[in-house]
């Protein structure tokens, strides 16, 4: 058996990225590098962007254009046909005060066909429309059959309180796994995208069955969007903060310990790195995402700017004191510096003018909110109680 050159590299960059993406994350704030952010408010061309016309017809797009083409790839929107109907399958664990409707929408594109799950309770007292929260949610269907999680997915609270709320699975549209998550939608309606590389993967999918949701929810008498909000923890707080940037029929946004790829600014590199999430799911963001592996610093975004995205919207990021893998400090810097769009472009009144070291509350005001629970890594009846403060605020 000859000298194989090919094998040798093959094996050398195997090993380097496998080592790489193995070195520890870091937990140290004294070893958190210098960084140098993108400034929001220059365009790619040199313009200075300080008008509302200037923000949303050149720096906003192209912002969002580079996120699309260098962290989470496309979401395709064309289709032939949707369709929704309703199904009865899973029994209805509040029917003194709520009616479930679960919702089979179906896509059609090129002869081909995929159907996702919607399930949607409305409360049976007040008037409809009703405000809705819909959450992504990225947790394996129940095998039991229920629908509804204690705390994660808090729908008797939320009935209580007056509003509607949806959820469907991120895996009936796009599988969580490296291997098989191209059996959804990317197969059957999208499979032009597997060969890009700035197409759509799985977080970009989740992003579409939430815009497919929202198609439901904008011709149902019901639900009033006007008043909509999207939730998503951790990989699906990634998905929300992706699936709302983009549909702006969404009104606020709750992305609950995103953390890497999610709200936290990624040149920090405390905690989950990019070259780690890339490794750990490479099905998770566009395959040019791997270019900045150990490479932060020469993204042409942050994460700040993600968040400046949903001006004048409202955006709420939430981290958990425990769950330092998600680096909730620099979850906070990312909201602190992304809210300067209210102030400088729209002339709102927001800001967070306590350093993360310092807050010990929430900080709910108009249009863009903060909190940092106790606790670890999770999506809790906290988290939601002040979520729902916050649109309180936002929609009365
Ligand atoms: C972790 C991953 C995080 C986060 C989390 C979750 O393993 O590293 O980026 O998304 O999973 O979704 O709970």
């Given at each position: 058996m000859g000298f194989k050159p090919y094998l040798f590299t093959f094996l050398t960059v195997l090993f380097y990225s496998i080592t790489m993406a193995q070195s520890p994350a870091n937990y140290d704030e004294s070893k958190v590098p210098g960084i140098n952010l993108p400034d929001?408010?220059?365009?790619?061309?040199g313009r200075f962007i300080s008008s509302i016309e200037d923000w949303e017809q050149i720096r906003r797009p192209e912002i969002l254009n580079l996120f699309r083409e260098n962290?989470?790839?496309?979401?395709?929107?064309?289709?032939d046909e949707i369709s929704f109907d309703e199904v009865e399958e899973a029994s209805n664990p509040y029917p003194e005060k709520a009616i479930l409707k679960e919702v089979n929408i179906t896509v059609t594109r090129n002869g081909k066909s995929h159907t996702m799950r919607l399930n949607l309770f409305l409360p049976k007292?007040?008037?409809?429309?009703f405000p809705i929260f819909l959450l992504i949610n990225h947790?394996?269907?129940?095998e039991d059959g229920s629908l509804v999680e204690d705390g994660f997915w808090p729908v008797s609270e939320l009935i209580n309180r007056g509003f509607a709320t949806a959820s469907f699975h991120g895996e009936t549209v796009?599988?969580?796994?490296?291997?098989?998550?191209?059996?959804?939608?990317?197969?059957?309606?999208?499979?032009?995208?597997?060969?890009?590389?700035d197409g759509m993967r799985t977080l970009g999918a989740w992003s579409w069955a939430a815009m497919r949701a929202m198609d439901y929810f904008e011709q149902s008498?019901?639900?009033d969007i006007t008043k909509s909000a999207l939730v998503g923890h951790s990989r699906g707080g990634k998905a929300t903060l992706w699936a709302a940037a983009n549909d702006t029929r969404w009104t606020v946004a709750f992305p609950n310990e995103s953390g890497c790829g999610g709200a936290a600014i990624s040149r920090r590199k405390y905690g989950e790195t990019v070259a780690i999430i890339n490794s750990k799911f490479p099905h998770w963001f566009a395959d040019n995402f791997n270019a900045f592996n150990h490479q932060e610093e020469n993204l042409p975004v942050d994460q700040h700017l993600l968040a400046m995205l949903f001006a004048p919207r409202s955006i709420y990021f939430a981290s958990a004191r425990g769950d330092q893998w998600a680096d909730p400090k620099g979850e906070y810097i990312s909201m602190q510096l992304g809210s300067r769009v209210y102030a400088e472009i729209y002339g709102k009144e927001v800001s967070f003018p306590l350093a993360f070291e310092e807050l010990k509350e929430p900080i709910i005001q108009p249009f863009a909110g903060y909190h940092i629970r106790q606790g670890k890594h999770n999506l809790t009846w906290e988290d939601w109680e002040h979520f729902i403060e916050f649109v309180e605020i936002q929609w009365n």
């Open positions: 929001p408010f220059v365009s790619l061309s962290i989470y790839g496309n979401i395709p929107n064309d289709f007292t007040g008037n409809a429309p947790r394996p269907k129940p796009a599988p969580d796994d490296a291997e098989r998550f191209s059996e959804g939608i990317l197969d059957t309606l999208y499979p032009e995208e597997l060969s890009k590389p008498p019901l639900v």
